[in-house]
């Protein structure tokens, strides 16, 4: 290989030779302490399924003879598990921005909407999410690769061979950094050129798609072959069908302006190359939290492993002490003619006693009293563990004594929840920078036209075909992120609370609701959807475009929104704009005073008014009642009104 030549320029062969040697550095562990740590994170948090020697018991006996009971004790796992568990807890639901000029962007995005929610249940996105945020816990750092398989999906048509072809589909698969190669002295994930991505495939499905390479594909070595830091732990039982193969990403760069995609198994066998039409790397990493130097993330499992580790000691040391001495052990001593068959269950100890005539009584000898010590070591343990995971026992479902207030244990539990927020925003925007290339598959890929289901308000479904080019406007996508607060029952109870004394809350059914963990927008989606006409009507009087005002507008916030408008002094020099804020206002105001009261409480409060909707006045006419009394006005004119009421007798006899 020149060196005045980029590597990737050359041909498929040689480049895949090449990529062969970087997988050696993964291959090389024993001289990385950060790959150490992916196996000894892996071992530690598997370690009741693979430490286990035997099948008839989950301890071990280590020891010359086997004497000392090994007893591994999860906590640590069981707080990650809790830990994932709150950080996952949503239902994933992503919001689509689109950038249209036309007067369908409502439809557009609605489609963007309708598909992120079909790519989710068909990708079991969520499920795939956890085990996403789970290894990154674990190993520091994990991936989610988006990519189109064109041999999935419907059938639609068949080449002239007879051969079967596919409309395609999404595939979006987790892998963990054993399986993801790239140059790890590159800190940024958006400053790499390229990401290899290794997957298990069968040979027998290579063959059926590439019958030209079947010998070399027969002759690629299985995945149990593989020499690995994880041979043992994962690759020690398996089939001789499945190989690996290798899906290399280069993005477009000066030096490749098209990019490059390559697909290998060795330097003879490449299954596809050619220009990379993802036009980028369909690959995004969850790193939570960084390592300064490289592109790796830190292990946060490594924090509770040496606590874990003491605690395990301390058990075994316990659970040593009593398997040895769990039988009661009596002391006989040597000629007291005591007779031992008798008394079952028990070990006596035979002992010649010193300066007692005749021997002594039978005594227990108390073998199995392990140290307090010992014990108290394990409870400081299992606190200091507590305390690394971020989780405290509120948090946990285990309220500290004394505390039993929701809004106390609800400022407990946010508190604990500042960690997971963290955590948290490095798994959201993988998942949306996922989400996106999702997007972008389709937009590129799905030339046969798909079909989407379209979900209306009240939960009824339709389906609507679509092809790529209907995704064009779709730009961004961005998950709707619940507070972290309602996670909890605590939170939410606490934020039912509140909104029911501020007048959010206006049925039990709403304050149930929250109860429940139903989002909090629905509450107050109707201001929100006004606030968003409000700004949309600033913009438009500032082009100059007309704006209407309707009699169910809330015309106070109305006005407010928009004399917020003549606050610029530039505006305040447009004689033209500002006549026509000035129109819009006094239409509002206008408003305001002409429309009937009852229909405006309706409107703000969702609510009938007490006393209920006010009498029709019956029409005059004949036969009807007859037609209101004038009754004379203040000036002493006649005005339209109820005659006035005799006034009523004073009870004190006093004259009128």
């Known amino acids: 290989m020149s060196r005045s030549t980029y590597w990737f320029k050359e041909d498929g062969a040689t480049v895949a030779d090449k990529l062969e040697e970087i997988h050696g550095t993964w291959v090389k562990w024993s001289a990385n302490p950060i790959i150490q740590s992916w196996i000894r994170n892996s071992i530690s948090y598997y370690s009741n399924v693979l430490e286990p020697a035997a099948w008839e018991t989950s301890l071990n006996f280590e020891g010359e003879q086997g004497e000392l009971v090994k007893m591994l004790v999860p906590e640590a796992r069981q707080l990650v598990r809790q830990f994932i568990s709150l950080v996952t807890k949503q239902r994933l639901a992503f919001q689509s921005v689109a950038m249209s000029q036309g007067a369908d962007v409502a439809q557009e995005t609605r489609l963007g909407n309708s598909l992120a929610n079909q790519i989710v249940e068909e990708q079991r996105l969520d499920g795939k999410g956890e085990r996403l945020a789970e290894m990154a816990y674990v190993l520091g750092i994990s991936f989610l690769k988006t990519t189109w398989r064109s041999d999935k999906g419907k059938p639609h048509a068949a080449d002239i061979d007879g051969n079967v072809l596919y409309d395609g589909d999404l595939e ?84 490749i302006p098209q990019g490059r995609m390559l697909m290998y198994s060795d330097e003879r066998t490449i299954y596809f190359d050619g220009p990379n039409k993802y036009r980028g790397i369909p690959v995004e990493p969850c790193k939570p939290e960084p390592i300064m130097g490289n592109g790796f993330g830190y292990p946060q499992l490594s924090n ?106 609800a400022t407990l539990t946010s508190n604990a929840l500042e960690f997971i927020t963290s955590f948290s925003k490095a798994w959201t925007q993988c998942l949306e920078r996922s989400m996106m290339h999702a997007i972008n598959a389709y937009r590129e890929f799905a030339e046969v036209p798909h079909l989407v289901r379209l979900v209306g308000k009240n939960h009824q479904a339709t389906s609507k075909e679509f092809v790529g080019g209907d995704l064009d406007p779709i730009k961004a996508v961005k998950m709707t992120m619940s507070n972290p607060l309602l996670m909890t029952i605590a939170g939410r109870e606490s934020i039912a609370d509140k909104c029911l004394k501020s007048g959010m809350v206006k049925s039990m059914q709403e304050y149930f609701s929250i109860l429940e963990g139903a989002p909090i927008e629905q509450l107050y989606q109707t201001e929100l959807s006004e606030n968003d006409l409000m700004l949309a009507e600033n913009d438009a009087l500032m082009e100059g475009e007309p704006v209407i005002a309707l009699s169910t507008d809330d015309h106070a916030a109305h006005i407010r929104q928009h004399t917020g408008l003549l606050n610029n002094p530039s505006i305040r020099f447009n004689n033209e704009r500002v006549k026509d804020i000035l129109n819009h206002v006094i239409e509002h105001e206008t408003l305001a005073k002409d429309t009937d009261p009852f229909l405006t409480a309706m409107v703000r409060t969702g609510r009938m008014p007490e006393g209920g909707p006010p009498p029709d006045e019956p029409m005059p006419g004949p036969g009807g009642p007859p037609p209101p009394q004038l009754a004379p006005g203040p000036t002493g004119a006649p005005q339209l009104g109820p005659k006035p009421a005799n006034p009523a007798k004073d009870q004190l006899g006093r004259p009128a």
């Open 172 to 255: 979006m698969s987790v892998y963990g950094p054993f399986d993801v190669f790239f140059d790890y002295q590159i800190e940024e994930w958006d400053q790499l050129d390229w990401v290899e991505v290794r997957t298990m495939k069968s040979r027998w499905s290579l063959i059926a798609q590439f019958p030209e390479l079947e010998q070399e594909i027969l002759s690629l070595p299985t995945t149990r072959e593989w020499n690995g830091p994880q041979t043992s732990a994962y690759y020690g039982v398996g089939s001789e069908d499945m190989v690996f193969c290798y899906e290399v990403y280069h993005k477009p760069t000066p030096a």
């Open 304 to 409: 509770l492993l040496p606590t874990q580790e003491m605690m395990d000691h301390s058990f075994s040391a316990i659970a040593t002490n009593q398997a040895a001495f769990a039988v009661q052990n009596v002391t006989v001593p040597t000629g007291a003619a005591i007779g031992v068959q008798s008394i079952n269950g028990m070990n006596f100890i035979s002992f010649t006693p010193q300066n007692v005539p005749g021997g002594g009584k039978p005594e227990s000898l108390q073998l199995t009293q392990s140290a307090p010590e010992t014990f108290k070591f394990a409870d400081v343990l299992r606190d200091r563990l507590v305390s690394l995971s971020g989780l405290n026992s509120a948090i946990r479902g285990q309220p500290p004594a004394g505390v039993t207030s929701g809004t106390a244990i």
